[in-house]
C-alpha cells in the first residue's frame, strides 16, 4: 500500500491496468474450451502468441508390433538380460553368394583334388550393447529352404532350420578393438566374431568346387540354402553385425572385412587356397527378435490400468516396447494456428545407465487407422534439423544432470486440432515409421537400445513428459 500511495496519477493508472489486464487474462484462460490444467501465459515476441507447457498428456508403455527386420544393412545379433527390461534374444538368419571371382584365384585352379583345411563364418561386429564384459556362446545351423528375397520378412518370423548344429563357439568375449588377418601383409581388418563350423559343412562346399553349382546364385543356394546363429540364453550384450558386402568387391582386403562364409582349403600339390561366399543382404539377412518381460519393472508397466496414465514410461529397440500418449483436451483449445509445438521428454534414471546408454534420437509417429505406427506429416514435409529428436544435457535448477529429447510435431498439432487428422494419440519409440523402400527401412534405425522416461502423470515437473505449445487465438 505504501508503493501505490508513492505513485502519481499517471503511474496509478498504468498500474491499474496492468492488474485488469493480469484478470482478464486469469478470467480468459480458466474458460472451459481450454484443456484441463492448461496454463496460458501470453508470448513475448510482439505477435499476440501464447504458450502453454501444461496440456494434459496420459502417457503408457504399449509393446511393438512385429517389424520389417531383412536386408537391413546393420543387423542384431545376441542376447541381454536386462534388469529393467529383461531378456532380449536376437537371432540372426542369412543367405551367401558365389565367391568373390577376383580376389578368388583359385576358382581358376584347374589342379583338383581339394583337401578342407577349415570354414569359418567371420562376422563383422561394428557395436555392442550391453553388458560387453560376459562371454556369450552362439550355435549355428543350417537352413531348410533358401528365405525369398522377393517378399518382406518381419522380426517375428518362424524359421525352418536343420536339427543338426553345424558349428557354435562358446565363451566368446565382444570387443571393437582392430585385428588383423594371419599369415597375410593386409592392413587392420575390423572386429570379427568367427565361427569354426563343422568340417562335414565344409566338405559339402569342397563337393561343388568346379560344378555349375557354385556359377549362380540360384544353384548355390540348392547346395547352402542359408546358415542362421542363434545366441545361447546367458547373460551378455546384443552386437551389431555388418551385413552390407560388396557383390562386385575386387579387393581382397576389401573383401577380408566383409561379412563372409570362409572356405580354406588346398589342391593336390598342397597349395593353399581359400574361397570367401560374401553373406549378403541380398541374398539374405533376417534377425529375430524375442523379449521376455517375466517380472521386470517392464511386465509391470504392461499390466497398468490407470486410466490417466503412468509416472514413468519405458522405450526399447528391436520391437520392443514404445510409449504411446493421448492428448483427452487437445481439441479444447478451439480455433487456434500452432506456431510451434514440441514434446520435451526427460530421461529418468534407473541405476543402469552405464551399461544400457540410452538412444541419441527418439522419434514421435502418429497411430494409423489400424493401430500401426506412421510418420506424421512433420517427418514426411521436413528436414531432421526440423524435427529434432536428439539428446541433449540439460541442467536443472537443482543443479542435477538430466537427458532431454525435443521433437517437434507442430503440423501435426496443428492438423488434429484443424480436424484434418483424428486425435488418436501418438506412439514415442526409437525409430521412424518403416517402407518397404530399401533406404527408407535402412533409416529406421533398428537398434537395441532402450530408455526409462517421465511420464505424464509424473509429481516430478521438471521429468514429467510435456507438450510445449506456442499459438494465436483466431477468434
Not at 49 to 78: A, H, P
Not at 110 to 127: F, R
Amino acid at each position: 500500500m505504501r508503493l501505490i500511495a508513492n505513485l502519481d496519477s499517471k503511474d496509478l493508472m498504468k498500474y491499474w491496468l496492468l492488474i485488469f489486464s493480469a484478470c482478464s487474462l486469469l478470467l480468459w484462460s480458466c474458460n472451459d474450451t481450454i484443456p484441463v490444467g492448461a496454463e496460458i501465459l501470453p508470448g513475448t515476441d510482439g505477435q499476440g502468441n501464447f504458450f502453454s507447457d501444461t496440456t494434459t498428456i496420459y502417457s503408457t508403455t504399449v509393446r511393438e508390433d512385429s517389424l520389417r527386420s531383412d536386408k537391413l544393412f546393420l543387423s542384431q545379433l545376441g542376447f541381454s538380460n536386462d534388469p529393467i527390461f529383461g531378456k532380449t534374444k536376437s537371432s540372426l538368419m542369412m543367405g551367401f553368394r558365389v565367391p568373390y571371382v577376383v580376389v578368388n584365384a583359385d576358382l581358376l585352379d584347374t589342379i583338383g583334388g581339394y583337401q578342407l583345411d577349415s570354414v569359418v563364418l567371420s562376422l563383422i561386429v561394428d557395436d555392442v550393447y550391453g553388458d560387453s564384459t560376459q562371454p556369450m556362446s552362439f550355435k549355428v545351423y543350417k537352413l531348410v529352404t533358401p528365405l525369398s528375397n522377393e517378399v518382406a520378412h518381419f522380426s517375428n518370423i518362424n524359421f525352418e532350420q536343420s536339427m543338426l548344429e553345424v558349428g557354435r563357439i562358446e565363451n566368446y568375449i565382444p570387443k571393437l578393438s582392430n585385428e588383423f588377418e594371419e599369415d597375410t601383409l593386409y592392413t587392420e581388418l575390423g572386429h570379427q566374431l568367427r565361427i569354426h563350423l563343422n568340417p562335414f559343412f565344409g566338405q559339402s562346399l569342397i563337393n561343388i568346387l568346379g560344378t555349375n553349382q557354385i556359377s549362380s546364385n540360384a544353384l548355390l543356394h540348392q547346395v547352402l540354402p542359408g546358415l542362421i546363429v542363434i545366441p545361447e540364453e546367458q547373460d551378455g550384450s546384443i552386437l551389431e553385425i555388418d551385413m552390407l558386402t560388396n557383390s562386385l568387391e575386387t579387393s581382397r582386403v576389401n573383401a577380408l572385412q566383409d561379412s563372409r562364409l570362409h572356405l580354406y582349403y588346398k589342391n593336390s600339390e598342397g597349395k593353399n587356397l581359400d574361397l570367401m561366399f560374401p553373406a549378403s543382404i541380398l541374398d539374405l539377412g533376417i534377425s529375430q527378435y524375442v523379449h521376455d518381460y517375466s517380472s521386470t519393472n517392464v511386465e509391470t508397466a504392461l499390466q497398468s490400468t490407470s486410466p490417466t496414465g503412468d509416472a514413468v514410461n519405458y522405450i526399447q529397440g528391436l520391437a520392443g516396447v514404445k510409449t504411446k500418449l493421448e492428448f483427452p483436451y487437445l481439441m479444447s483449445y478451439g480455433n487456434v494456428a500452432v506456431q510451434k509445438a514440441e514434446l520435451v521428454i526427460t530421461r529418468a534414471v534407473d541405476g543402469f545407465e552405464d551399461t544400457y546408454s540410452p538412444p541419441d534420437r527418439l522419434f514421435a509417429l502418429k497411430i494409423g487407422e489400424d493401430g500401426g505406427n506412421e510418420n506424421t506429416p512433420d517427418f514426411i514435409r521436413f528436414s531432421d534439423a526440423h524435427i529434432g529428436g536428439f539428446s541433449e544435457e540439460v541442467v536443472l535448477p537443482t543443479g542435477e544432470e538430466v537427458l532431454r529429447y525435443r521433437l517437434n510435431i507442430s503440423d501435426y498439432i496443428q492438423d488434429v486440432i484443424s480436424g484434418k487428422e483424428p486425435n488418436d494419440g501418438m506412439y514415442i519409440t526409437l525409430y521412424g515409421a518403416q517402407d518397404l523402400d530399401l533406404i527408407t527401412l535402412n533409416n529406421s534405425d533398428l537398434i537395441p537400445d532402450r530408455i526409462v522416461i517421465g511420464g505424464g502423470n509424473n509429481s516430478l515437473n521438471s521429468f514429467k513428459l510435456k507438450l510445449e505449445l506456442t499459438f494465436a487465438n483466431l477468434e
